[in-house]
């Protein structure tokens, strides 16, 4: 028991030097998803049905089909098709051949449909009020857009994005079986090496709950400050 | 794609031996690996639900302690960890009855639904004890002062009503149930479609065609699952709007 004891305490260093991956994974698929979530919103929202139809069918395949799925089909899809390709004689295969950057390419894309389906309902949830008040205004539709009908539907749905966000960065642990040596994939490498089945999954779950813990904290105050004006106010 | 090489749809044949026949086999297996952790997730719901609305403190302590535990790591770290250590726990438990089952087999099919069920279940803890949350307090008040026992309350008054408020949630876990189902295929024990997937393209090469053809089973599954799902939800609001 006190060797298993040791054992547990001794990898943590190794676990804690990933977190840093499992960090940029969750960050840089974070970024660009909620980023790609803005036109797969709009797309989904157009009266166009040459817009409207591909992002639902878009949303649909994001949600309708498991994360671990996508990951496979874009890691081994892609290593199927891109050696052989011009991408080989680019700079860009320096990054290809590492299993991170299929990773952040699949989460992104997964992100864009779940985030995007719920700026969508956040962008028709903003008062109809205030897009009228912005147009007798003159404005044009972008500048709307810009000014109005996101920054009120991030607003409405930042609750349900830090969601998404904290759900990503637990998905990220998907990575671990394309070969991206994050805190999971370093787990499972340990469980490898030592035959213990235990004692790294469990540092592993303590660095999770604590990481979770503090971007959820983080993500609270994000929150607070974006919605400082709409506080309750402290005595009813 | 020339004429020697064999299509890749004929690759997808449902005879004897074409991968379409074994991703149906496939296809069966997650389904039932699904239905089974649903059922579990079921009373591991219903369990935290009362725990959490208990007038005892130390059952909410521990019913809050499994949700925020299970909803704070990687289902994939829990699967591994529930999956090799829940035959270990049950075993040591049932060595204190003897030592009869002390050498007791944990079917592997029961440890990873067991775990999928665990995992779900904090999920549905939270649905049940929303939808609990939400059925006015009078009426419950009321069928107290016409003497129902907590029983027949539970059967007449709360489960039926509950019904309402927590099926959006609980279609939401069942969709999740399908999705989550795949990591069972990194266990190795299971012939799941993702298994069934994986090894259809590493034995061709036709990664991209299998992987796609993976994602379109799963994507069917979660297509019948949200028309079933459709239909229920018309049939417990019956009598509302």
Redesign the interface.
């Known amino acids: 028991m006190d060797e298993s004891i040791a054992f547990f305490l001794s990898i943590f260093p190794r676990l804690l030097a990933a977190v840093p991956l499992t960090l940029a994974l969750t960050a840089i698929s974070g970024v660009v998803g909620n980023a790609l979530a803005v036109p797969v919103a709009l797309a989904r929202l157009s009266p166009n049905p040459f817009l409207w139809i591909p992002s639902a069918i878009y949303i649909?395949?994001m949600?309708?089909?498991?994360?671990?799925?996508?990951t496979?089909?874009i890691y081994?899809?892609l290593?199927?098709?891109l050696p052989g390709s011009f991408i080989q004689q680019t700079f860009l295969w320096e990054y290809l051949k590492d299993g991170f950057w299929y990773a952040v390419f699949a989460f992104s894309l997964n992100t864009a449909g779940y985030t995007g389906e719920i700026l969508r309902g956040a962008m028709s949830a903003v008062p109809k009020g205030e897009i009228e008040a912005a147009k007798a205004y003159g404005m044009s539709k972008w500048l709307i857009l810009w000014r109005v009908t996101l920054p009120r539907a991030i607003q409405i749905c930042l609750p349900a994005m830090s969601g998404e966000t904290i759900l990503l960065l637990?998905?990220?642990?998907?990575a671990?079986?394309i070969t991206v040596w994050d805190v999971?994939g370093t787990?499972r490498q340990i469980q490898k090496e030592s035959y213990r089945?235990?004692e790294p999954?469990?540092a592993?779950?303590v660095i999770?709950?604590v990481t979770?813990?503090i971007l959820t904290r983080l993500l609270n105050f994000v929150e607070r400050r974006i919605n400082q004006h709409r506080a309750a106010p402290v005595s009813a | 794609m020339d004429a020697s090489s064999p299509s890749l749809l004929s690759l997808m044949s449902f005879s004897q031996d074409g991968w379409g026949a074994r991703f149906i086999e496939g296809l069966v297996v997650t389904v039932q690996v699904s239905v089974t952790a649903y059922a579990v997730s079921l009373i591991f719901g219903l369990l935290g639900a009362s725990a959490k609305l208990s007038p005892y403190k130390s059952l909410r302590v521990i019913a809050d302690g499994y949700t925020t535990l299970v909803r704070a790591l990687p289902e994939l770290l829990l699967l591994l960890l529930v999956f090799y250590s829940g035959a270990d726990a049950i075993k040591f438990l049932l060595s204190f009855l003897g030592d009869d089952y002390a050498d007791i087999e944990i079917d592997p099919f029961a440890a990873a639904v067991g775990a999928l069920g665990f995992i779900g279940g904090a999920y549905m803890t939270e649905v049940m004890r929303g939808a609990i949350q939400s059925i006015p307090p009078g009426q419950i008040e009321a069928a107290k002062a016409c003497g129902m026992s907590p029983l027949l309350r539970v059967r007449r008054i709360i489960l039926p009503q509950m019904l309402r408020f927590a099926l959006p949630g609980m279609s939401n876990l069942w969709l999740n149930a399908t999705k989550d189902s795949s990591l069972i295929s990194v266990l190795g024990s299971f012939q799941d479609i993702l298994f069934m997937g994986y090894r259809a393209a590493s034995t061709t090469k036709h990664y991209s065609f299998f992987y796609s053809m993976t994602a379109l089973f799963f994507l069917a599954l979660t297509l019948v699952s949200m028309a079933v799902i459709r239909l229920l939800e018309a049939r417990v609001n019956r009598g509302y709007k």
């Open positions: 649909l395949l949600r309708g089909t498991p994360l671990l799925v996508q496979y089909l081994y899809g290593g199927e098709v637990k998905a990220t642990s998907l671990s079986l999971m787990a089945i235990y999954l469990l592993a779950g999770y709950i979770v813990f």
